[in-house]
């Protein structure tokens, strides 16, 4: 069907055309609405669970790893800036977030089949848990590390020379954070081996 009245003019009286009971023009305003209540929605739910009284909302977490956290730098410090456990552990950006909240799903799981339930349970699973924890950001290239320590942003006039110089030279060796820093913010497991000290 050809329109002789204009462009506007005939995209308005589609739009304005009913379908079985409503005009498309209602079904795309109440599609658009709903869109946005959705996503607001999702939003402040994947906000919520990035919460650390989410985290610590069970106690296979509050008991054990929460408890040693609160022991570290990242907890307490000079500075008063705290990492808390999703700054570490869940990414910022859109897509790996979803990914890791996929992951997430199997914590769920554990936490359903009592799979840590207990200090000795969680004991006898830590080198797991951790092997799987320091894998995932081996793969991101410690990117949640980096979202507050920076090869780049490291200063050698204030931090110690020794330290600074093995900062760089893991930056020129493509080292990551959880290359060297493996139990920085909870124990090592009673089976690592320091490769260093083999």
């Given at each position: 069907?050809?329109?002789k009245?204009?462009?506007?003019?005939?995209?308005?009286?589609?739009?304005?055309?009913?379908?079985?009971?409503?005009?498309?023009?209602?079904?795309?305003?109440?599609?658009?609405?709903?869109?946005?209540?959705?996503?607001?929605?999702?939003?402040?739910?994947?906000?919520?669970?990035?919460?650390?009284?989410?985290?610590?909302?069970?106690?296979?977490?509050?008991?054990?790893?929460?408890?040693?956290?609160?022991?570290?730098?990242?907890?307490?410090?000079?500075?008063?800036?705290?990492?808390?456990?999703?700054?570490?552990?869940?990414?910022?950006?859109?897509?790996?977030?979803?990914?890791?909240?996929?992951?997430?799903?199997?914590?769920?799981?554990g936490?359903?089949?009592?799979?840590?339930?207990?200090?000795?349970?969680?004991?006898?699973?830590?080198?797991?848990?951790?092997?799987?924890?320091?894998?995932?950001?081996?793969?991101s290239?410690?990117?949640?590390?980096?979202?507050?320590?920076?090869?780049?942003?490291?200063?050698?006039?204030?931090?110690?020379?020794?330290?600074?110089?093995?900062?760089?030279?893991?930056?020129?060796?493509?080292?990551?954070?959880?290359?060297?820093?493996?139990g920085?913010?909870?124990?090592?497991?009673?089976?690592?081996?320091?490769?260093?000290?083999?």
């Amino acid at each position: 069907m050809e329109c002789k009245t204009g462009f506007l003019k005939c995209t308005w009286n589609f739009l304005m055309s009913p379908s079985a009971k409503y005009s498309l023009l209602t079904l795309l305003v109440v599609g658009f609405i709903s869109g946005i209540i959705f996503w607001g929605g999702f939003n402040t739910a994947m906000e919520a669970t990035n919460q650390l009284e989410f985290c610590i909302g069970c106690h296979e977490m509050r008991d054990n790893v929460y408890q040693e956290y609160k022991k570290t730098i990242h907890y307490s410090n000079r500075t008063g800036v705290r990492a808390t456990c999703p700054d570490c552990h869940v990414p910022k950006d859109f897509g790996h977030k979803m990914l890791r909240k996929l992951q997430a799903s199997q914590e769920v799981w554990g936490k359903l089949t009592g799979y840590v339930d207990t200090p000795e349970k969680f004991e006898a699973h830590r080198m797991e848990l951790a092997t799987h924890e320091w894998a995932r950001m081996k793969a991101s290239g410690s990117r949640e590390c980096r979202n507050c320590h920076n090869f780049d942003a490291m200063s050698g006039e204030v931090q110690k020379q020794t330290v600074y110089k093995k900062h760089m030279k893991a930056k020129d060796d493509g080292l990551t954070c959880i290359d060297c820093h493996k139990g920085i913010a909870h124990k090592l497991p009673k089976e690592y081996k320091d490769p260093d000290e083999e």
